[in-house]
């Protein structure tokens, strides 16, 4: 082996003086690569712009990489040698991997007109790389299912087996067909070339199968083929092709195995009788050595050798001292060293020369006894002499073998077509039940294996046909009993049903006594009124046994009373009609005569039991419901309350009568009506048909000036389905009166408390100047004067609360506060009571909080009011925490929580309604007397500046407060200033 760095620096040449069998194997050739091209010509139109690049680098590179790093193999024992690029394979491959069929094939085209231009000058070579590339990109981008399949898209494995199997054949055959001499020199100079081209083949093709493997090992995004592209492959869709091609191939290399072995052993056999021949020219040639340069005789020995051959005689120094073919070899040194030795045949030695061309000769050489100088007997026959004799030996048996394994071949596939041909029709047989067309049968009959499984299928194709059938009518059953809420209109298609398929006499159901409507039984059948008699008798029968199978009824007379049935009755079934675990009634059938159920029969009438059981428990659930109807109706109908629905579209669906009171509008004019038409109410209609809005809650004023509360929700049916909006109105003018009667009383008792005490307090003042006061005098003035401090507090409290919550003049003092500077302030006014309590008061304040901008004395009034309620229900050694912080992006809260008694959930929801106490339960420890008035004037203050207020308490842990107030920006308190 040798290597050269690149070789463009010889001649380019390309033989076209070739056999007229040359041209025809190129045309042959460039027929199959047309084709091949053609048939993949799509492949170009994917390229895109990427692979449009690629394309063009491996049209550049492909000439490059075969000239340069070329490594030259010389074959074993011959002096033929092949030269190729190690790299010359990348291109191509390339190509293949990602481009497709139609670039590989440009690609390989391009890469053998090198090679064929710089190497071998050989005519069929472009297409032969053409055909190569084509043939590796159908492997790699084959998209089929399968291990073959992905073991065949690895380079590793498609590269080896493409080189084998194809361009080191395609190869072969072109060196066979361009060569100038005779079909047998031509075919021995071929013959020298199979380990050489194999060897350069692998050698080149497994470098870049190694690249292009660990390529795609690491890119696995850069298969040729993805996995969601894949398809079932030919051989898995048709059982014949997989035989075929599971039998094809091992046939083929059978027969090539046996052709090559037939071949060798007549090549042997040839090499032996022409050397046994040779033998024998050389003793003759060895008898005549004393006269052979004046003896005609001589020359007409050396001119009938055998095949036509040399002969020579050589002395011991190897010197050719005669040569009748032409003297002028005389002289000249003849020399078996660098000949291969084949074996010895009588006194001689069997050589093979290898010629420059790469023809070979074989060679004999006899020693001869010529007095006391050694002479030999050199006879030189062509090999192709041998191959004739071998074709000659070998054809025969090659024909003969051929011919057998063709016929073998045609047998074979002439048995597979016996087995799959009935398959097929079994497939189309099939094809045909699953189009629904059950009543064509299959026309193969045999009493082999497949025979029995075509009768079995055309046996499951009648029964499939018979189910299909009892499926049909079982839909129709279905269908009725679906339609129909009557008995009398789903009963018939049951009983129609059991009598059609059964083939029975008469088909009764009877209901249960106590599950009974106006109908007791339904029937069907000529005999079916005869059989009435025994209803009573399987209802009590059934109800206790369950489903009764009765084969020959005069067996049963023991159990039934059988006297005043009719006799043509000799069978029969009933079945049970059960919803859950209640019993509704009887099912039965019968027959004229004894007979044996089937289980497919039991399974149909058991459906049918079942339908008619549904049937029954929808006609008593439909009675329920118009009966829960009729009561809601009468209940919608009587109620004080006004009720409106709509459904998804808007329109009125529902309204009763105190609707048509409250908003003056008749039930026949409203349903069925837009509401917001029909209603003359548009902000009750709005929030009535606006979906996106779940809950509402509005006052309105209906025609006679009377207060209406509505109550708006949506209407969320099965699978959360909105099934339309409901509102329900009530009549509230009487609560407005005594809430605008309870506003009264707090600013008359907020105002008529001030006066007295004013003077109370004035003439408090006065006690202590009128003289002085002994100790208990000066204690009970101090009372005096918390007990009128603490009524004024409830007076100004009951004042605020009347002006923010009631009254409609309030005016707020808005100005910019610090909070935390207020938080410390009202806080330290409650340092005494936490003192007296040993309760530890910490404040939380975040940093950098903004100005907010309140009226400083409610607002502070606010938080006093909840620090001194947190202090208030908190008991001794407790802890109040007071926390301020930034509650999202624009709002400031203020939280106040304690370590109290707790409220519970149920007392939560009305914590902020004016005057409401907590009720005190049994268990609960002892709440701190108050008047109600605290929250409701928080939550006042905090609606008044837009803010809210709410309660977090778990009862026995304690409670926090929080009330939360807008962030202004600067245009929003100019605004508002």
Sequence with gaps: MTFNWLTFQTPSHLDLSVPWLGYVAALVYALLAGFFLTRYRHSFNKLKKQRWILFAVCLITAPLLDRAFVVTIPSIGTQTEVAAGVFGFVPLMAAALWLGSGPAGLVGLVSGMTHALFVSGRLTQPVEMALVGILLAIVFNQPYRGKLARWLRLPLVAVPLVAILAAWPLELAGIFTTGRAGLLANLERTISYIFPVLEIYLLTGLIAAALFQIVLARRSAWQPVRDDQLVVAPWQKHLNRRLLYTFAPPAVLSILLVAIVAGLAGYRAAMRLIVAEMSRDALKIGALAENQESSPLAEVLFDSLVGSGEGLIIDSGGQIVFNAADSEFEGQVFSVENMRFLFYSGSGSAYLQVQADGTRQIVYVLPLEDGAESQSAVIIVPDEVVLQLAIQIAFPLLLMLTLLMAGLLILFLRLIRRITDPLEMMVEATDLVAAGRLSESLPYVGEDEIGRLASAFGKMQTRLRERLVEQERLLDVSRSVSSNLELFRAMPPILNSALDVTDSQGVRIALSREKASSSQSFQTGPLASAMAVLDEQLLDLVERQGTTVISRLWRASGTLDLAELDPSIKSLVALPLRRDTTFLGVMWVGYDEERAFEEAEMTFLSTLAGQAAVAIANAQLFAEAAEGRRRMEAVLQSTADGIVAVDPDGKIILFNPAAEKYLGVRAERALGSKAITAIAAPELTHLLVDFQEPNAVLEIKSRDSRTLLVSISTIVGQRSAVAGRVAVVRDITAIKDLDNMKTVFIRMVSHDLKSPLTYMRGYASLVPISGDLNERQKEALNWI?????????????????????????????????????????????????????????ELDIEEKLPLLLAD????????????????????????????????GENRLSVAVRDTGIGIRKEDQGRLFEAFYRVPHRDGDPQRPSGSGIGLALVKAIAEAHDGTVGVESDFGKGSTFIITLPILNADEIADKQ
């Excluded at 409830?794 to 938080?823: H, M, N």
Aim: glycine share 8%; no cysteine; net charge negative.
């Design 785 to 841: 004067n918390g007990g009128i401090e603490a009524i004024a507090q409830l007076a100004d409290r009951l004042t605020y609360l009347g002006k923010l919550q009631f009254g409609e003049d309030v005016e707020l003092d808005l100005s910019l506060i610090d909070v935390e500077e207020l938080i410390r302030e009202e806080s330290g006014k409650h340092i005494e009571l936490a003192r007296q309590k040993r309760i530890s008061v």
């Design 856 to 887: 400083g004395l409610l607002y502070g009034h606010a938080i006093t009011n909840l620090i001194q309620n947190a202090l208030k229900y908190t008991p001794d050694d407790g802890k109040v925490l007071v926390k301020a912080y930034r509650d």
